[in-house]
């Protein structure tokens, strides 16, 4: 009988050679798991997941966001670099207003592709 709180292991100490050959070739390289493990601390955040779902429907100034989200501007603004800087928002200015929008449709990709597996 398994116990639900732990996870499965092994009762031997084999090692399938075969198996290992054809999977390790194929593995991406350190850095681009790390970089992929970064991205997806970006959506661990809620404030960010709102502010991104938010932008799903419209190009946003920082005050509009701020406003829908009830927070200061200062901390949509901390939030909003975090997100610029995955490159998962951009930005561009009219005057003194600053708007921002997706980086691209990958965005909202990754987005539903997360959404869908939580909701099955």
Not at 5 to 34: F, G, R
Not at 79 to 90: E, H, T
Request: charge should be negative.
């Amino acid at each position: 009988m398994s116990d639900n709180k732990h996870a499965e292991t092994c009762l031997c100490n084999c090692v399938h050679e075969d198996l290992l050959n054809s999977v390790k070739p194929i593995m991406p390289d350190e850095e681009i798991l790390y970089d992929l493990a970064e991205l997806f601390k970006i959506f661990g955040d809620t404030t960010r997941i709102k502010i991104l779902c938010a932008l799903f429907e419209s190009e946003m100034c920082v005050c509009d966001i701020a406003e829908l989200l009830n927070m200061t501007q200062s901390a949509i603004s901390h939030q909003l670099r975090v997100l610029k800087s995955a490159k998962l928002v951009k930005n561009r200015k009219a005057g003194k207003v600053v708007f921002y929008s997706l980086a691209d449709e990958h965005v909202k990709r990754i987005f539903d592709q997360g959404l869908s597996h939580i909701l099955e």
